[in-house]
């Protein structure tokens, strides 16, 4: 007698197919050193930590702003940290760590704010910054204080270490553009694969001023005495 032959019904077989694991794209990370240089000389490694560098996508990828606000602390007259990356969407606060009066404001244009002024263990409200781009923050009441807040569409960025090295993980398969950001250098880019590769040599010079002139929140030059005042 001929054994008769099975056929498994077709939802079974499709249940099958899908349960199959598929592999996982593979997640790769970028290595790399940043160097900064003036007037051709080599300095610190640690004023690499200065710099952002941040990978653009190809394509667009889903943004996650963090649920608590990113703090720029007002310390010795001074905003600490100086450079700031945050994703797009991104609350900033200000908290007061000195005796005395503080402001932030920003006249950049599509981030413009002004917090007002706040004492001591005071913040002001938060700030959500929702265009991409580098945003001017300054204290309306001591002309030596500023702030970069780097607003970034990529959750693909870092600040290099004390010796200037930079690991960006976690990349996407597409590639994109990799940038290398200072306040007081040129723009630096490079077209990026999506594959592992070599580490990535940065080097930066540094040409424009620390402080460049500034007008206050009403446009107008800086009475001298407030930077004086503690």
């Known amino acids: 007698m001929t054994a008769r032959r099975m056929r498994m019904p077709v939802w079974v077989a499709l249940s099958l197919v899908l349960s199959v694991p598929t592999a996982p794209l593979q997640a790769w990370e970028l290595q790399g050193q940043v160097r900064v240089t003036a007037q051709g000389r080599a300095l610190r490694a640690s004023e690499a930590q200065q710099v952002v560098v941040y990978l653009q996508p190809t394509d667009p990828v889903p943004l996650s702003p963090p ?29 007061n760590q000195d005796p005395i009066l503080h402001n932030a404001f920003s006249s950049t244009p599509g981030a413009v704010f002004d917090v007002g002024l706040f004492g001591q263990g005071e913040q002001g409200e938060p700030v959500t910054l929702l265009q991409p781009g580098l945003v001017n923050v300054f204290c309306n009441v001591h002309h030596s204080m500023r702030a970069y807040v780097l607003v970034l569409d990529t959750p693909y960025f870092v600040r290099p270490d004390a010796q200037g090295r930079f690991v960006l993980r976690d990349l996407p398969a597409q590639g994109g553009m990799l940038h290398a950001w200072h306040e007081r250098s040129a723009a630096w880019k490079l077209a990026i694969a999506g594959t592992q590769q070599a580490a990535i040599d940065v ?27 503690y």
Do not use: C, M, W
């Open 67 to 95: 649920v608590e606000p990113v703090r720029i602390v007002t310390s010795r007259k001074q905003f600490a940290p100086r450079v700031t990356p945050v994703l797009r969407g991104t609350r900033v606060v200000f908290p």
């Open 203 to 229: 080097t930066l010079e540094l040409t424009r001023r620390r402080l460049p002139a500034h007008l206050n929140k009403l446009g107008k030059p800086y009475p001298r005495s407030h930077d004086n005042a």
